[in-house]
């Protein structure tokens, strides 16, 4: 199973950034999907989760803010970030449950990617 994280970059602050991420490899089903964050010097914190039926919560801190949402057909999801503050400036993390054709249940994280909130 691979994931891949994409869109991230540079925005000012107040800005917007859609991250995707896909997940390949041969899988039954994916189930939650999420998006985590590690900014310097913090801990890795979990930012939104949604379910395999798009049941969905977030970190208080971007509720309002942030949209998970996700394609199981394409075995994809998505966050879109809107009002960005400095604040959330970090490597974001995809990572994902999903079943093997034995359905036994794997977790795996993407690589990252960089957003950055700055003027």
């Known amino acids: 199973v691979q994931v891949v994280e994409s869109g991230g970059g540079l925005v000012q602050p107040g800005g917007s950034l859609r991250l995707s991420c896909v997940v390949s490899g041969i899988v039954s089903s994916v189930e939650d999907m999420s998006w985590y964050r590690q900014g310097p010097g913090k801990q890795r914190e979990m930012v939104a989760r949604i379910s395999r039926g798009e049941n969905t919560n977030y970190r208080d801190s971007v509720k309002g803010r942030f949209t998970i949402s996700r394609d199981n057909a394409k075995n994809t999801v998505y966050l879109q970030m809107n009002s960005l503050k400095p604040e959330d400036t970090a490597v974001y993390y995809c990572?994902?449950?999903?079943?093997?054709?034995?359905?036994?249940?794997?977790?795996?994280w993407g690589q990252g990617t960089q957003v950055t909130v700055s003027s």
């Open positions: 990572n994902v449950w999903s079943r093997d054709l034995n359905f036994k249940s794997t977790n795996n």
